[in-house]
């Protein structure tokens, strides 16, 4: 009697199918085709990232810069009497002074109050607007062990002019201009400059920035609202020699982006009124 065959038999020859390898083939196409989608994708977001760069290449140049334009290089340090271009009471942030820009004669700025109300000794005065931050710059400075004194604050005209004609007897004309403003040229007049020593010290040098008021003051006063006037190193554009004692008075705001800039005082005003758009407020 013959065997029948069931249907779960395989004919002579024919090998079962390896799901296993189809599986494995499987998954590696998937990693494969994942691969390559997430590298498309990398592809675009550097397209966007680089500021337009290869975009531009096809489409033109990006509308938003990529940097920051250069800084517009201030005047020649050039003696004059102008006026400087923004030398209202109210304008005290923006004020160009140099040895060419001026304020006027019987420029006084109202508000004048004595440094007593920021918790120093002494009669000198500054505007208004300074006590609040000048006492806070104070405070800090004490906790840091670094406390600091007033000097020097506002000057009238008529002062700075005496002074001026002091210098130039005892250092003779040129060395009194590069290291003291004439008349109507000084930031001092604003009641906005403030020259500082270390607390108990008679007077302040050009190595007070290697003491550790002096050097706590460059490295922290801008954050009160005080950025250095004078920095070293820098007279080709501020005009005058190193001051580290010279500070001026921008508020905590313009003071931060004076810092940020990396320019000198005289650059940043400079640059502020001289690239088209509105001043600072």
């Known amino acids: 009697m013959s065997q029948r065959r069931t249907s779960r038999s395989r004919p002579a020859g024919r ?8 599986r494995i083939m499987a998954l ?6 994942f691969a390559l989608v997430s590298r498309l994708v990398a592809g675009v977001v550097s397209l966007f990232d680089s500021g337009g760069t290869a975009l531009s290449q096809v489409h033109g140049p990006s509308s938003a810069p990529s940097t920051k334009p250069p800084p517009i290089p201030p005047p020649d340090c050039a003696l004059g009497q102008r006026f400087a271009p923004f030398h209202g009471y109210d304008e005290w942030q923006l004020t160009f002074l140099d040895t060419n820009y001026r304020l006027r004669k019987a420029y006084s700025p109202p508000g004048l109050q004595p440094i007593s109300k920021a918790g120093f000794k002494g009669s ?14 104070r405070k800090a400075a004490a906790a840091n062990d670094t406390p600091i004194d007033v000097v020097a604050a506002y000057r009238s005209y008529s002062e700075q002019a005496s002074l001026f004609e002091r210098r130039k007897d005892q250092l003779g004309s040129q060395e009194a201009l590069d290291k003291t403003a004439r008349a109507g040229h000084s930031e001092h007049q604003l009641g906005t400059a403030v020259d500082f020593k270390t607390e108990g010290q008679r007077d302040v040098t050009a190595k007070w920035d290697q003491s550790p008021t002096g050097s706590w003051m460059r490295e922290n006063a801008w954050r009160f609202g005080f950025a250095q006037g004078y920095p070293k190193g820098k007279q080709a554009v501020t005009c005058y020699g190193y001051e580290p004692w010279h500070y001026r008075y921008f508020g905590r705001t313009l003071a931060d982006e004076i810092h940020r800039s990396g320019l000198t005082v005289r650059e940043f005003l400079w640059n502020e009124q001289h690239r088209g758009g509105s001043p600072i407020p």
Request: charged share 25%; proline share 4%; no cysteine.
């Open 28 to 33: 590696l196409v998937v990693i494969l085709a």
């Open 124 to 137: 000198l005065l500054v505007r208004k607007e300074l006590i609040q931050d000048l006492a806070a710059l």
């Open 15 to 22: 090998k079962r199918p390896n799901y296993a390898l189809r």
